[in-house]
């Protein structure tokens, strides 16, 4: 706007030089006289030389509403409902404006101004004299007062109608006016616009021409507007703040230095169920007990997030999240805001911000072999209780997904928490574990972190690898288990937790008690409810559902046609012994997938270490023999399946018919009847 004005000025100082200079009169006749000659139709060009286009514009369009530069007529005037709603409507800009009108009313006392505030369509709202007069004299003239409406169809060429055309302000003098009864006047407007930039209004300043014709009043009217325009601004984002203050879904506390409640938003009111009346004014202490870290952010003016500092408030649980300082320009400070959670709230923060969810349920573990039955059937039974529970199973069979399964079956809502205790350095299990307080480590997080044992309140602790938890943190974690209270590396007070543990390993945990590697309390205390999961080797046809799932997962993620698995590639899956269980198969069928070619999934297209075993003549014998029909091309049939399964049992086990038959989870007699249904009895020349 500064911009603007500083060439409107300069424009003007140069008309108004020329104006009124020595042959001032001259000129305002010569203006009149041109203006004339326009609105009759007789337009030279050459006459608009001391003429601002925009305002001839004006003038004609002023004519064509029919209106006479010499028959004032006066603008339309709403009656007192209508100005009274129009007003309110208004509210904002009457309000930012009022007082700048107030400061410029005293400064112009001892002069002959008027200073017009109208709305965007030219209703005045605001017609403040210094000298009432000056009011007196006007009103010989024309009707001037709040609730008139001045647009150019109904008064013609005038400034603050101009600046809400041009949205740039304006100065006009004497005849540049359309109409003869503004011809003693002088008028400077600024429009006023709102925060997104429309049009919210005008102010003007009338002078008589005569005397007070200077730029400077355009000045005044312009600097006005920009302290208008900012108190708008001002209020508009108090309003914005009060909204989101009261919306947001979090409970927030403002407190003054002296410890006295100054504000609390609608989350808070509700947290702490009382009014506004009823805890605003009140001292923190009362309403939360005393927080000495509220204190020490009011004293010290440091910031604390994540506090995580729980509060018992009548029967409910909250948790103090962060106390921030409200700072003055010289960083003393004045205030603070607290931030509070119930604890359920708090629960699901961490989850989101953490990952800490469990996505596995028990219908997403894969496998009808007897053995994986048995142990999804006693991982539903043990999550209905409330004990620990150890499971026993090989690298990659599925222990964290039971585990993930066990958390949603029991507690859905809390967060699942895994650490995994060889995965991380010695040194880091205690910290990851138990946290540690803001100070505690140099270098570490200077506010303190809550350990895993806390974020896994009201939820689950996995502890995979249980096996490698180090000596001598194992008293300290059982000290935790039995009390249900754990304390930060350097703090001084206990926190209550509440969650259940599932512990797993791979490791044979009395042999470490016998090598003095694993305490025997801790031990007991794991083992109340135990499962095993059993390795891929020894679950039969799960091992082909698998792939095939993990075969339309992998295709389905790279947007592929899934292949099928060839006959012959299941043999080989099944013949394999899987030391990297479930885990290893995964990757074997991306590998495959990735190397398959027209759609099937051939003993060549297998990782090396499957398909490079070398095949016995009585394997080759039972592969060949079981060449799939053709409306099963390259899936088997169920009948099928079961054969190569049989087969690959018996040759696995040496014709053991009791291994075999427990490898499969059938009974020995349905596994002789079945040898018999299907003629196996020659293929796998048996000794039975
Ligand atoms: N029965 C199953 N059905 C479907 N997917 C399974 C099954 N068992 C394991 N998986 C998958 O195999 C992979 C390894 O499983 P998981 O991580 O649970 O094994 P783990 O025993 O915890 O491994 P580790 O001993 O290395 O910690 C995962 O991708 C998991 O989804």
Redesign the pocket.
């Known amino acids: 706007m500064e911009k603007m004005l500083s060439s409107i000025v300069k424009k003007r100082e140069e008309i108004l030089e020329e104006i009124l200079g020595n042959k001032e009169s001259l000129l305002t006749e010569r203006i009149k006289r041109q203006k004339q000659q326009i609105l009759s139709g007789r337009i030279d060009k050459s006459l608009f030389e001391s003429l601002r286009p925009e305002i001839v514009e004006s003038w004609i369009r002023s004519h064509y509403y029919g209106l006479d530069p010499f028959k004032f007529r006066d603008g339309p005037v709403l009656d007192k409902p209508e100005f009274e709603e129009v007003v309110s409507k208004e509210g904002s800009l009457v309000k930012a404006a009022d007082p700048y009108i107030n400061k410029l009313r005293t400064a112009l006392s001892d002069t002959d101004y008027l200073i017009l505030l109208t709305d965007e369509h030219g209703v005045s709202l605001r017609v403040i004299v210094g000298n009432p007069k000056v009011l007196a004299h006007v009103n010989k003239k024309f009707y001037l007062a709040p609730g008139v409406v001045w647009a150019e169809q109904t008064v013609g060429t005038c400034s603050h109608v101009m600046c809400r055309l041009l949205r740039s302000p304006i100065q006009l003098c004497g005849p540049e006016f359309y109409s003869e009864v503004f011809y003693d006047a002088a008028c400077s407007s600024a429009p006023i616009l709102d925060v997104y930039g429309n049009l919210a209004g005008s102010l003007t300043i009338v002078s008589p021409f005569s005397c007070h014709h200077n730029p400077h009043s355009l000045a005044l009217a312009v600097s006005s507007v920009l302290n208008i325009q900012n108190e708008m601004q001002i209020a508009l984002h108090r309003q914005l703040i009060n909204v989101t203050f009261e919306a947001i879904d979090q409970a927030i506390l403002i407190v003054n230095k002296n410890g006295v409640i100054a504000r609390a938003n609608m989350k808070a009111r509700e947290t702490l169920d009382c009014s506004d009346k009823e805890i605003v004014g009140m001292n923190i202490e009362a309403v939360l007990g005393r927080q000495n870290m509220i204190t020490s952010v009011l004293e010290t003016g440091e910031p604390v997030f994540d506090a995580d500092i729980e509060i018992l408030k009548s029967d409910q649980r909250l948790q103090l999240r962060s106390v921030q300082p409200i700072k003055d320009h010289c960083r003393k400070t004045l205030a603070c805001v607290v931030t509070l959670d119930k604890v359920e709230q708090s629960r699901k923060i961490v989850k989101q911000v953490n990952g800490l969810e469990a996505n596995?349920t028990f219908d997403?573990?894969?496998?009808t072999s007897a053995k994986?039955v048995k142990s999804v059937d006693m991982a539903r039974k043990f999550a209905r209780l409330d004990a620990n529970i150890l499971i026993h199973?090989?690298?990659?069979?599925?222990?964290?997904?039971?585990a993930q399964a066990i958390h949603n079956e029991s507690r859905p809502d809390g967060p699942f928490v895994a650490i995994?205790c060889s995965a991380i350095p010695k040194a880091l299990i205690e910290s990851e574990l138990f946290g540690y307080e803001g100070g505690t480590f140099t270098g570490a997080d200077r506010r303190g972190r809550p350990g895993k044992i806390e974020l896994a309140n009201e939820g689950t602790l996995f502890l995979?690898?249980i096996g490698d938890l180090p000596l001598e943190l194992q008293p300290v974690f059982l000290r935790v288990l039995e009390e249900k209270k754990v304390m930060r590396i350097g703090g001084r007070r206990y926190i209550p937790v509440n969650f259940r543990l599932i512990a797993?390993t791979?490791k044979n945990l009395l042999e470490l008690i016998d090598k003095n590697l694993f305490r025997r309390d801790l031990y007991y205390r794991l083992a109340t409810l135990q499962i095993n999961?059993p390795p891929l080797r020894e679950r039969g046809s799960?091992i082909i559902k698998?792939a095939k799932?993990f075969i339309a997962t992998i295709s389905k993620r790279q947007r592929i046609a899934a292949p099928a698995l060839s006959n012959a590639a299941i043999f080989y899956l099944l013949r394999y012994s899987w030391p990297g269980?479930?885990?290893q198969l995964?990757n074997a069928m991306l590998y495959a997938v990735n190397m398959s070619r027209e759609g099937i999934i051939k003993p060549e297209d297998l990782p090396q270490e499957i398909s490079g075993m070398p095949v016995s003549d009585d394997e080759v014998d039972t592969m060949l023999r079981f060449k799939p029909t053709k409306s099963v091309q390259n899936n088997l049939t169920i009948k099928e399946m079961e054969i190569i399964m049989i087969v690959q049992a018996l040759l696995q086990t040496g014709n053991n018919i009791s291994e075999a038959a427990n490898m499969l989870g059938m009974s020995r007699s349905t596994l002789y009847r079945k040898i018999k249904e299907y003629a196996l009895l020659d293929e796998i020349k048996t000794k039975i």
């Open positions: 596995c997403n573990i894969i496998g994986l199973g090989e690298s990659g069979t599925g222990k964290e997904m039971f995994n995979d690898e797993a791979n999961i799960d698998l799932t269980n479930v885990r995964e």
